[in-house]
């Protein structure tokens, strides 16, 4: 049984930072792309960074330079360090586990993320 937990959401003042983490269970981590999504209220949830297996990162135009995601494929989790948080970076984050050549993908409960201005 895949799962995907996610963790350490929260309210935090705009300026500021958090870091969300998701542990995965039920595959094998290291070969899987790994991202991290949100939603907003009444918007349609959007991409907000990917590491692939490879190594290699990106970024959504709207929270580059502010977000980074990094993975521990020893511990199988992924991390999404987010600085300078704005109160429109408010959503529910996901993470997200992709497999890269078949047509399987996972998804976590979600995590809330508030900014308050």
């Known amino acids: 049984q895949v799962q995907l937990v996610e963790s350490g959401g929260g309210l935090v003042q705009a300026g500021g930072s958090l870091r969300l983490s998701c542990v995965a269970s039920g595959i094998i981590f290291s070969i899987h792309d790994m991202a991290w999504y949100r939603q907003a209220p009444g918007k349609q949830r959007e991409l907000v960074a990917t590491?692939?297996?490879?190594?290699?990162?990106n970024y959504a135009a709207s929270v580059k330079g502010r977000f980074t995601i990094s993975r521990d494929n020893a511990k199988n989790t992924v991390y999404l360090q987010m600085n300078s948080l704005k109160p429109e970076d408010t959503a529910v984050y996901y993470c997200?586990?992709?497999?890269?050549?078949?047509?399987?993908?996972?998804w976590g409960q979600g995590t809330q993320v508030t900014v308050s201005s």
């Open positions: 997200n586990a992709r497999h890269p050549t078949r047509p399987f993908t996972y």
């Open positions: 590491s692939t297996s490879g190594g290699s990162t």
